[in-house]
């Protein structure tokens, strides 16, 4: 509609309030876009510094009211591999490490299993830095908040494999709703980086028919990281 119709609408109080508020809508939340663009933008310039500055300090989505502390990896930040969780829990959120508590426990030993040790050409981190409240999956505008973040340590730590442990990893970085079942034992890629997906240590603590499973991921891991060295 062109002003001049518009002015003379309103003269009238004739104003359609539908246009006006969907006009409002569209134009809030192309703000919202561009200011969400600007952000990971400037996020995808920091170093390690800044952006563990940046991390301990955000307050971008609804997570960070919960938290006790952000929690935002821990490892060898020139690491060959990376291990990427879903969120913090109880423990993590307490002691600012990821995967500390009975699920960390386990992924140690997966780690051992492979020959593997937390900060030893390994990094781990999780999809969101901060608690979901009673340990709820991740929102997905949450993990979109996040996903900067995470995006910039790839970058920076530039690993030759990544692992998914569990759904909410593979989905968020995969950007798909494929389950963990239909994704693991395929190498998919990640920003041209070879990616695998596993069941998350949690699951596997409940579910222990898939632990086989998750042993023959491991050893697939294993295989595809010395094809790649
Ligand atoms: N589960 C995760 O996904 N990450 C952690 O850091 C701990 C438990
Ligand atoms: Fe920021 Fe991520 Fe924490 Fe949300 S979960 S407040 S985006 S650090």
């Known amino acids: ?27 809030t939340s192309s703000h919202q876009a561009s ?33 006790t502390r952000t929690v935002f990896g821990v490892g060898d930040e020139n690491a060959d591999w990376l291990w990427v969780g879903e969120g913090p829990g109880a423990e993590e959120d307490a002691s600012g490490e990821p995967f500390v508590g009975q699920a960390g426990k386990l992924l140690d030993n997966m780690l051992a299993a492979i020959s593997l040790q937390r900060g030893r050409n390994v990094y781990i981190t999780n999809i969101v830095k901060c608690r979901p409240p009673g340990n709820r999956n991740p929102e997905p505008a949450e993990a979109q908040q996040c996903e900067p973040y995470l995006a910039r340590q790839i970058e920076l ?63 697939f891991a294993r295989s595809t990281m010395q094809a790649l060295l």
């Open 1 to 27: 509609m062109n002003i001049r119709r518009e002015e003379i609408l309103e003269e009238l109080g004739l104003t359609p309030l539908w246009h006006t508020r969907t006009t409002d809508t569209a134009v």
């Open 35 to 67: 200011a969400t663009d600007a952000r990971r933008a400037q996020v995808l310039r920091m170093d390690w510094t800044q952006l563990k500055t940046s991390v301990a300090d955000c307050t971008a989505c609804p997570l960070h009211r919960a938290r």
């Open 157 to 219: 730590i530039q690993p030759k494999l990544i692992i998914a442990l569990g759904k909410v990893a593979a989905q968020n970085l995969l950007h798909t709703d494929a389950t963990v079942a239909s994704l693991r034992g395929k190498l998919h890629e990640y920003s041209g980086i070879p990616f695998i997906v596993t069941y998350h240590p949690a699951y596997l603590l409940r579910t222990l028919p898939d632990k086989a499973k998750a042993w023959e991921d491991l050893c």
